[in-house]
């Protein structure tokens, strides 16, 4: 019995130590591994705008963040949007609260600079305190507007969506009439060789092009991918011009060629992506005709 | 096996070349011959498991007379995985693009025949220092046959060393395959034994 209460003991106590010499290590490098995604999802959102480090982004490109909450609120639901807006040359945020019938109900003014609302914690605090309360608020998604000398050339669309187990993390890239410019896969668990395939070019560059109209009614059919289609999917950018403008002729309005034996991944990244778009093509309306109507000094 | 009478320049030294790992004592076959397809994804891995040698060394030589005999093993495997975790949040948060690469393969750590088969062999046995040493030696022993092996197989599989193309064809596609890691082990194997061979003939003719 004493050999059993020394084991246990001492096999807890090393679990013990072990843990807090992980957890400190934890503690250390989780700044830096979130700073890193942050990178990660900066250069995603340019490479997508089409700016690499070859090709910098100019220094009027601005990228403003537009955050997305469902306020619950004494039984009734309200769409509260964390609107960046400008007063007097200074970057400040701005509640709007609506409600479901995509009228305004109230305007707050919120006292946090864009880097500090990039901060999931300090946005949380800033929201509770133009609220007043911390009940009921949950966040729901974000986008970015980019906007070059005063005009919105493309909205970002961070997302995810269910895939063949697990949830699918893109980056989708709009232009300002819902037609898709480019998608990134950020994160996914699909099988190896077959639905981890949905990173590949030739099948997330079939995207690109589509426009709003064509996307509504975008499926998935089982065709192999023709090969000319494929070498132009690889690498779009490199093919000459008249060329790519041919192909995009034959092609483009085409459906989304499923991958290989990855019929559920394909369908999921379709179905994902329309939603997206659908939805958000829905609400950015509802959010400009409000802003139009309260003459909201807003920089999206 | 009682506290080792060797000096510490000697650890590293056996380590590296009497002991080492791969090529002696034929220990951690897997990742010698899986992963050892170029020299960065070697030079990589080996330094990972440098570090987690050393700490784990150093942990089980401080707290060995903590250890129960009887649950010494979970212990160890306990240690390495801490290690490894530590190792493994350091690389995913400083070194990202590389950790892309061997990411999968840092975990893997854990289960490296070479580690634990120290630590009951050595570190449960001699103080820190000693320990350090051996780890040092073991580590550097494992990372220098990695290194071996990638240079042989990515110069014959690929024509290119650390990823520049040097030779500007691919002489023996062979080499990048899985097989051909057995068969460059076998090779430096038998050179390591026939260096062995020597050195004792020429030390008793000079005797």
């Known amino acids: 019995m004493n050999e059993f209460v020394k084991i246990t003991f001492r096999l807890t106590l090393s679990c013990l130590m072990a843990a807090l010499v992980m957890g400190t ?25 089409g700016y690499s480090d070859l090709n910098p982004a100019p220094k009027e490109l601005k990228l403003y963040s537009l ?3 469902i306020i619950e609120e004494k039984g009734t639901t309200y769409l509260g949007y964390m609107v960046p807006v400008t007063e007097s040359g ?76 697990t949830f699918i993390n893109v980056i989708l890239s709009l232009n300002p009439e819902f037609a898709i410019r480019g998608l990134e896969i950020m994160e996914h668990e699909e099988d190896p060789g077959l639905g981890a395939e949905i990173s590949q070019n030739y099948f997330k560059n079939q995207f690109r092009n589509k426009s709003f109209e064509r996307l509504k009614s975008l499926d998935v059919i089982k065709e192999p991918l023709p090969d000319e289609y494929r070498a132009y999917l690889n690498a779009p950018d490199k093919m000459d011009k008249d060329k790519a403008d041919a192909i995009i002729k034959q092609y483009g309005e085409k459906d989304i060629y499923a991958l290989t034996g990855s019929t559920i991944s394909s369908r999921s990244v379709t179905d994902g992506v329309k939603n997206m778009v659908k939805r958000f093509a829905y609400r950015i309306q509802v959010l400009n005709d409000v802003i139009a109507d309260q003459k909201i000094p807003a920089l999206i | 096996m009682a506290a080792t009478k060797k000096t510490n320049s000697q650890l590293v030294l056996d380590g590296i070349f009497l002991e080492n790992p791969i090529f002696r004592l034929a220990l951690s076959m897997c990742p010698a011959v899986g992963l050892t397809t170029s020299i960065k994804n070697g030079l990589l891995l080996g330094t990972a498991v440098l570090f987690v040698q050393v700490f784990s060394s150093c942990t089980i030589a401080a707290i060995k007379n903590f250890i129960h005999p009887r649950i010494r093993i979970p212990t160890y495997t306990l240690t390495i995985a801490t290690w490894v975790t530590v190792i493994d949040l350091v690389l995913a948060a400083y070194v990202p693009d590389a950790y892309k690469q061997v990411g999968l393969f840092v975990k893997l750590i854990v289960a490296f025949a070479i580690i634990t088969m120290r630590l009951e062999m050595f570190a449960c046995k001699n103080t820190v220092s000693a320990s350090f040493w051996d780890g040092i030696g073991m580590g550097v022993g494992f990372m220098f046959g990695m290194v071996t092996i990638g240079f042989v197989r990515e110069l014959l599989g690929s024509g290119m060393l650390l990823g520049y193309d040097v030779l500007g064809f691919k002489p023996l596609l062979f080499f990048v395959l899985p097989a051909a890691g057995f068969f460059c082990v076998g090779i430096m194997m038998a050179m390591f034994n026939y260096v062995e061979v020597v050195y004792n003939r020429r030390k008793e003719s000079n005797s």
């Open chain 1, 25 to 49: 290590a934890f503690i250390f490098t989780d700044k830096a591994k979130k700073n890193n995604e942050h990178v990660n999802v900066h250069t995603t959102m340019l490479s997508l705008l």
């Open chain 1, 90 to 165: 200074k970057e400040s945020y701005e509640l709007l609260k609506l409600n479901l019938e995509g009228k305004l109900v109230q305007r707050l003014p919120m006292n946090i600079s864009p880097e500090a609302a990039a901060e999931d914690v300090e946005r949380a605090t800033a929201m509770k305190e133009a609220l007043k309360t911390e009940q009921g608020i949950s966040y729901q998604d974000r986008t970015v507007i980019a906007r070059l000398g005063g005009q919105r050339v493309a909205y970002l669309l961070p997302g995810k969506f269910g895939g063949f187990k």
């Open chain 1, 67 to 69: 955050y997305r909450y």
